[in-house]
């Protein structure tokens, strides 16, 4: 691929840039250049397709994508559960390509040169950009696992932690088990992935085995001291409907694996499975974590709150599970859509030479199913306070549902069809 | 030239008479908080469930809203994050929405 002439490109969107040339109180200038998103997830989705629908065309935006099509990780503990397919959880770019206009490149980005606001290919060339926006989602540390280092070793003890050929194979794995066998999954420490999520797949995996192999059981292995998220439901939910069925142990780090044997290998004990789900502990993606960013804890990328930018690394905003979250912040697809839009204003302002508005809000919702219909949700509204320079969770908003409930599972999938809507067509 | 620097002194002075520069696009941002489940510009995805809430007439949203922030309608969710806006912002979400198609 040859290097892409910005101009050449603008081109393009120059009759749409023209259509709404007119300029308003909003400010110096109409937003204009060229944006580069990377990764098409919860974040990169909603911010390429809010970029191209607020600026009217005006701005030029270019989605690197490694995957053909926009697989969700949120209901796909469904698939896992045998409730849902893989079709059911998979949305086409074609909306973002066809629909707003943007350019979707199924690649890698191999690397970022941030002082000439360029990124290369891994297939190959560069292109420039005006602003970058990451949104890789997480990678796994294996290191912290060694014996899970090899790609061999990760085909047989899954993480199914990134929705995709993993979910399919965990859901084989379950399928093939003989009844009377156990299913174990570990839970790294927080911060971690959808905190909520390995407890939702305990329940439909206890759910599934409970309808179809009831001699099986559910080993939640849990790093924390704790459940991380709506515990009382959850523990609600296990009493009620896995007794005997569900085992919850605390502090149970999973250290290591024995793969020969499917054996998780904790501090002081061991733990043999017959389906052995293993979630290692993450980091920000691997581009927005060897690109010189400043991280916190060598972990998460540190962002500027009014706008996602990298505190350190004018010009590149991070999205998502990748950053260092505000205070009681989850890391979640929600949340994600919710710093697309946030970076996507604060972008247009600063491509029209504003500053980013200077009170930004985001809220989050997630659905947990207990069984094949219940749900139980959490809730948060956050508002940016400036005298600690970060969004902070509204006291007295937020909470979590009274009991879980058959209305909510409806509402769960309602929210699934309006968010892929939101973020892809 | 003329008419940009008629647009810019306009600008100017509701720059100045503001007491807080207010981003002119607060609502359209606090909206899109809203889009997650209720669709893009309040364009809820048809036989989803969820309320569509684009066109819907201001005063309306906002009774909805109040009720949801005392208590008075039930509510799976809304109760809960009502009550994580001020009622300027929510204001300007009504505003917003009933301006919408």
Redesign the interface.
Known sequence: MMLMKRRDFLKVGAAAGAMSALYGCAGGGKASGHVVVVGGGYGGATIAKYLRMWSEGGVQVTLIERNPTFISCPISNLVIGGSKTMEDITVSYDGLKNRWGVRVIQDEVAAVDAAKKTISLKAGGSMSYDRLVLSPGVDFMWDEIPGLKTAEAQSKILHAWKAGPQTVALRKQLEAMKDGGTYAISIPKAPYRCPPGPYERACLVADYFKKNKPKSKVVILDANEDVVSKKGLFMKAWGDLYKGTLEYRNNAEVKDVDVASNTAILEFDKFKADVLNVIPPHRAGDIAHKSGLKLINNRWVDINWLSMESTSTPGIHVLGDAIFPAPTMPKSGHMANQHGKLAAAAILNQLAGLEPSPTPVVMNTCYSFVDAKNVIHVSSVHQYDAATKTVQPVKGAGGVSAARNELEGKVAIGWAKNIWADMLT | MKI?TT?AT??LL??TSTA???????A???A??C??????NGN??KG???DSLAGMEKAKTLQKLADFKSGDKPA??MH??????TDE?LDLIATYFAAQK
């Open positions: 940009f647009v306009v600008c509701a720059a807080q520069a207010a981003d002119p696009n607060l359209r941002n606090l899109a908080t889009a997650n489940c209720h669709g893009t809820a995805v989803s469930g969820m799976s969710i809960q994050i009502s009550k994580g806006y912002q």
